[in-house]
């Protein structure tokens, strides 16, 4: 089997998504080959030349907006033409996000749904982590990402047999109230490393 990686993050290193790709092809039977792409760094013909090599496509990105990272869809953009004559190739999709609920990812799984449609693509399952930001606070299957293991364990066996399921939720095993706290603490602290007062990070401008 094929399979092509493609980080959905902005960031050149360091990212949530790379190390969920990273810690989900660690599980993957070894026989398999990988091309590993980066969505902001490399070129869409490149990425085509990898994902018409593949059985399965695995796109890993932060929720940004409730949405897709624009760089993202550009490259979707620019790859749907390029893939509409190929056949047989299956989506899976990662998406992280910062809200502990994974049910704030559902409407960006549902676009990566729409571009399956448009490109002739298979759609094969979703996994939607909440509380991205706690994903690389300890290794995939241990502590807090103990449920995420678990869902990386379900998605492993699906992207072998090319099955198509339902999208998986996961939250960590940590408290909602600890988690938040957590997260009010560290939006406090960069507001001050930029020169920002508490009840700055408070105002709500006027838009209009």
Not at 94 to 107: L, P
Not at 122 to 141: F, K, L, R
């Given at each position: 089997m094929?399979i092509t990686y493609i980080t959905g993050s902005?960031k ?7 190390f ?12 398999h080959?990988a091309?590993w792409a980066?969505?902001a760094?490399d070129?869409?013909?490149?990425i ?10 695995v796109?890993a990105f932060?929720?940004?907006v409730?949405?897709i990272p624009?760089h993202l ?5 620019q ?9 047989g ?16 990812n ?18 094969g ?8 930001g ?9 502590g ?5 293991g678990?869902a990386f364990?379900?998605?492993v066996?699906?992207?072998e ?14 408290p ?9 603490i560290?939006?406090n602290?960069?507001?001050k490393?930029?020169g920002?007062r ?11």
């Amino acid at each position: 089997m094929n399979i092509t990686y493609i980080t959905g993050s902005p960031k050149k290193k360091g990212s949530t998504s790379r190390f969920l790709l990273e810690a989900l092809d660690q599980k993957i039977a070894a026989e398999h080959q990988a091309f590993w792409a980066d969505s902001a760094f490399d070129s869409p013909d490149s990425i085509y030349d990898f994902m018409r090599q593949s059985d399965a496509v695995v796109i890993a990105f932060p929720l940004y907006v409730d949405s897709i990272p624009s760089h993202l869809i550009r490259l979707m953009e620019q790859l749907e033409p390029m893939l509409k004559d190929q056949r047989g190739i299956t989506l899976y999709v990662i998406v992280n996000c910062g809200f502990y609920e994974a049910e704030q990812n559902h409407i960006a799984i549902d676009m990566m749904k729409c571009w399956c449609k448009q490109t002739g693509l298979i759609w094969g399952q979703a996994v939607a982590v909440g509380a991205g930001g706690m994903a690389q606070a300890a290794p995939v299957g241990t502590g807090p990402s103990t449920n995420l293991g678990k869902a990386f364990d379900k998605l492993v066996l699906n992207i072998e047999k090319l099955d198509s399921r339902e999208t998986l939720d996961i939250t960590p095993n940590f408290p909602r109230f600890l988690y938040k706290t957590m997260a009010q603490i560290g939006w406090n602290t960069e507001g001050k490393k930029n020169g920002l007062r508490r009840k700055d990070l408070k105002i709500r401008r006027d838009l209009q």
